[in-house]
């Protein structure tokens, strides 16, 4: 018998033929413009699901993952299957599982995949698409066959790799621990870290599994500091970590990050104590970790939302007594005006009083929208469209984009959504933004803005990108009242962004490095019952 | 609606706590043709509009002593509805949009825009 690759021996099995290859070749040159639009409503899918959400990280992953699934589905119609195009397809199987993609997804989402170019066959060929259709449906078994394959591949060796840990010291230890000692580790709601004396993970519960994104016979034997990507601020973590290990010390607590499987960071509190008893056992030291990420940005927001309340009863009352003396100001200065062109009409006086007038407008502005941000109206939440708003504030930021020479792009959902807003509160958060983007763009002479809207799992995210130069520092509390970068700026702008942001029980937060600083908005789909 | 013959359409009644600057915007008014009485509280500006001929237009900021001025525009409204009313006022936001009706006050908030109040009056005075 001629030996057959696996490769060959799975085209003989679905019956892949040359005939099918030209089909291919030739509906794949016919549907090509039609691919992109694929991978938009593929990623717009995934938008809208919680666990595939949160694989992704961010719109540029996002475009470069609709690329190369555009050039997936061109190979894919490619009318060439030979063994490079099998390896090609082996080493992207090989991802998704490096990337922890559950087996489930790859085959919905390829079951999305047919429907979608089965569905353009049957919009170009009409009558006779039933060959290419059949055609279609073999090479998209053959891809299924060869990704499921890098599935199995993994999991042979997360057998073997379970089955060598099974033969050390600690798949013994185990066996011999008390059942109950075992679950109460397993369900603490807290991650707990078994660590040997070099440091290496020998135990992993499932809250650690839970956070960390990592399944415990990935990491085993792996060193703790390493697999985790740990860092704390002051950078001796190791330093602790190896007093704690090597018992010179008994305890330590320390605040610091992991990365997590998808790459993501988040803060932790660790409790590292040194083994006592266990110290018989492989296992010196057990770490165990509080995931503090979403607490601190609870207590932040709260914070900052506080500290807004107590300037806004403070300070309205202010607010509007200034109004007084500026009016008095303001018509002495009329009247100042009027009798110098009357009398000497001398250029200098007139524009001096100019001056004067010009100034008492800029605090009356100053006032009115202190007093907007002290005293807000709440919402008035009505289902509004996404693709409206962003059309609507884009044509307002128009003119004074084109003036400063800044390209603006809308980037919209590819289908609109609505969702409960206040629209004319929404306007003012977007023009907001979309000035304060253009002005920071213009800044280095022509930059671009983009603002993108899109639709999530349970809310919209409206983001607002400039390439300027940037926060001046991380930390900047730009959503601070009277925190302004600006001259001339009343420093109040993103203060009642971050108002109107939050009385929408939305999320406004920003990411800045130079050339690239943007603003993310999520506002919720549906407002919870009792608002 | 007939002309009531009690009301002199020039005179413009401006009631505010604050003289000195009344006394300003009174000048600035009187240069540009209208004719102005000050006055610097709510109790005598009842009194004032207790008496015809009426002013055509009353100016009044909302806060002020012995009588605020929502009253104040409420009672002149009742004594003839043809009076231009201006609140100008520090706090628009106290102003409760059905305190007075038909028609509406015009609200302009401090500092004041000259020019608009102008175009307000001067209006107000053609179409009587």
């Not at chain 1, 099918?20 to 794949?28: I, P, Q, V």
């Not at chain 1, 993994?154 to 185990?174: F, K, N």
């Not at chain 2, 003289?19 to 540009?32: E, H, I, V």
Request: aromatic share 4%; net charge negative; charged share 25%.
């Amino acid at each position: 018998m001629p030996t057959e690759t696996r490769f060959q021996e799975l085209k003989r099995y679905v019956r892949l033929d040359a005939h099918d290859c030209e089909l291919l070749r030739a509906f794949g040159k016919q549907a090509a413009p039609q691919l992109p639009r694929i991978a938009d409503q593929f990623y717009d899918r995934i938008r809208e699901h919680e666990d595939a959400h949160a694989v992704l990280n961010g719109e540029e992953q996002i475009k470069r993952l609709q690329r190369s699934l555009v050039a997936w589905l061109t190979r894919v119609c490619g009318g060439t299957y030979d063994e490079a195009y099998h390896e090609q397809t082996s080493v992207i199987g090989r991802v998704h599982v490096r990337i922890g993609l559950p087996q489930r997804y790859m085959l919905t989402a390829m079951a999305l995949i047919r429907v979608e170019l089965l569905s353009i066959a049957d919009g170009l060929l009409g009558d006779e698409a039933l060959p290419t259709r059949e055609a279609l449906v073999r090479i998209l078994d053959l891809e299924l066959a060869i990704m499921l394959e890098a599935y199995q591949d993994s999991y042979v060796a997360r057998i073997e790799q379970a089955a060598r840990q099974e033969r050390t010291d600690l798949g013994t230890a185990l066996a011999k621990a008390e059942h109950r000692y075992v679950s109460a580790v397993e369900l603490a709601g807290v991650i707990i870290v078994g660590l040997d004396a070099q440091g290496r993970i020998q135990l992993f519960n499932r809250e650690a599994e839970r956070v960390t994104g990592y399944a415990r016979d990935e990491v085993f034997g792996r060193s703790f500091v390493e697999v985790l990507g740990l860092e704390d601020p002051t950078d001796s973590l190791e330093r602790r970590l190896s007093e704690v290990l090597s018992g010179i010390v008994t305890s330590q607590v320390l605040a610091g990050s992991l990365r997590t499987r998808p790459g993501k960071l988040r803060d932790i509190v660790w409790n590292l104590n040194a083994g006592g008893e266990l110290a018989a056992d492989s296992v010196v030291a057990l770490a165990t970790g509080r995931d503090v990420t979403d607490e601190k940005i609870r207590e932040d927001r709260a914070r900052q939302n506080e500290r807004l309340a107590s300037i806004g009863t403070l300070a309205a009352g202010l607010a509007h007594e200034i109004r007084n003396p500026l009016n008095g100001a303001q018509l002495h200065v009329s009247f100042l005006e009027r009798a110098i062109k009357r009398k000497s009409n001398e250029d200098d006086m007139l524009e001096a009083t100019r001056v004067v007038g010009d100034e008492i407008k800029r605090l009356a502005n100053l006032v009115t929208e202190f007093l907007d941000f002290a005293r807000p109206k709440p919402p008035d939440l009505k289902p509004t469209s996404l693709v409206k708003a962003m059309e609507h504030a884009c044509g307002l930021v128009e003119a004074s984009a084109k003036t400063a020479g800044v390209k603006l792009a809308c980037d919209l959902p590819s289908s609109d959504v609505e969702f409960p807003a206040d629209a004319a509160k929404l306007t003012q958060v977007l023009l907001n933004l979309l000035n304060n983007a253009v002005e920071a763009a213009g800044a280095t002479g022509g930059g671009t803005v983009v603002l993108r809207g899109r639709r999530g799992p349970r809310q919209v995210f409206i983001d607002v990108e400039d390439d300027g130069p940037g926060l001046p520092s991380a930390d900047a509390p730009i959503f601070d009242a009277f925190y302004s970068t600006k001259e001339g700026g009343t420093g109040l702008g993103l203060a009642i962004t971050h108002r109107i942001v939050t009385d929408h029980r939305g999320t406004i937060d920003v990411s800045s490095r130079p050339g690239k600083t943007s603003f993310h908005v999520a506002l919720p789909l549906e407002q919870s019952a009792g608002v | 609606m007939s002309i009531p013959p009690r009301l002199r359409s020039n005179e413009v009644l401006l009631v505010d706590a604050d003289y000195r600057t009344s006394r300003r915007l009174a000048d600035l008014l009187g240069d540009d043709g209208f004719q102005v009485q000050v006055l610097c509280d709510g109790a005598s500006a009842i009194s004032r509009l207790a008496r015809s001929p009426l002013p055509g237009a009353l100016i009044t900021e909302l806060a002020m002593p012995l009588a605020d001025g929502e009253t104040i525009a409420r009672y002149a409204r009742s004594r003839d509805p043809a009076i231009q009313i201006v609140v100008l006022t520090r706090h628009p936001h106290l102003l409760k949009p059905e305190s007075i009706q038909n028609p509406a006050p015009v609200v302009l908030t401090k500092p004041l825009d000259y020019a608009r109040l102008l175009e307000v009056l001067r209006e107000a005075r053609q179409n009587r």
